[in-house]
């Protein structure tokens, strides 16, 4: 089934709101998938161009530079990911299948639909699982906060430390556990994917039903293993 997830985005991400022209809808959905094709670092404006057969100087009516488009689509994603821990949970009871339902989200199993607004939600996983640190691993990182452009990171990681609270509510780190659930599952996906021999999973694709299995076993296993220790630890 094919939904749309209306995204209000931060107006300091662009230039010109993409989403008000046919033009800016291509640059975002053709730069999810030229960034996923050949990574952040290789990518430029002028292939996003000769992509989508557009002057180069189109694209900078839209945005800044690059690194402000790759913000702008982690920024999607974590806002589209927020709203999917709202809908999906929305009507459980048990807050330990509420956290269950967050760890399939967070690694995207069970997936109903591989695209939102014609957005392809695979490819831009795979994006923040390799790039999304980028973002902020910068020495402007403060001028961007100040800006509010992590808002919906900090938001989401807010969501999931309620979720923590709930199930156990005297848990001291909710929002550290919250943020480095995340941090942790992505990189855990990347080194599947590229550096093997830093997991227990050795060469696995993670969005793969085998890989995606074991990265759910381990991740569980890390939440689950801090939330059920002796209260007596804290």
């Known amino acids: 089934m094919e939904y749309s997830v209306h995204v209000r985005m931060n107006e300091r991400l662009f230039l ?7 033009l800016g809808r291509r640059i975002v959905r053709q730069g999810i998938l030229l960034f996923n094709e050949i990574g952040f670092e290789d990518a430029t ?43 999906r949970t929305n009507n ?7 956290l ?31 790039e999304s640190s980028k973002a902020y691993l910068t020495h402007h990182v403060t001028e961007d906060n100040r800006q509010q452009l992590f808002k919906p990171y900090k938001d989401l990681c807010g969501r999931i430390a309620d979720l923590i609270l709930e199930y156990r509510p005297n848990y001291p780190y909710a929002q550290s556990r919250a943020s480095s659930l995340i941090e942790t599952a992505h990189y855990q996906a990347f080194f599947m994917q590229n550096l093997p021999s830093l997991t227990d999973f050795g060469v696995t694709d993670p969005d793969q039903p085998a890989g995606a299995d074991k ?19 804290f």
């Open 16 to 22: 010109r709101n993409p989403e008000g022209s046919e």
């Open 45 to 87: 404006f002028k292939k996003l161009a000769e992509r989508i057969g557009t002057k180069e100087a189109s694209i900078y009516r839209y945005f800044e530079n690059k690194h402000r488009l790759l913000v702008y689509l982690v920024t999607w994603y974590w806002q589209w990911l927020d709203f999917q821990l709202i809908f």
């Open 92 to 98: 459980l009871i048990d807050p330990r299948e509420k």
């Open 100 to 130: 269950e339902r967050l760890l399939r989200l967070i690694l995207l199993i069970d997936l109903g639909t591989p695209l939102a607004n014609d957005i392809d939600l695979r490819a831009l996983h795979n994006i923040v699982i390799h």
């Open 215 to 233: 990265l759910l076993t381990f991740v569980r296993h890390l939440l689950f293993s801090s939330l059920d220790a002796d209260p007596h630890c």
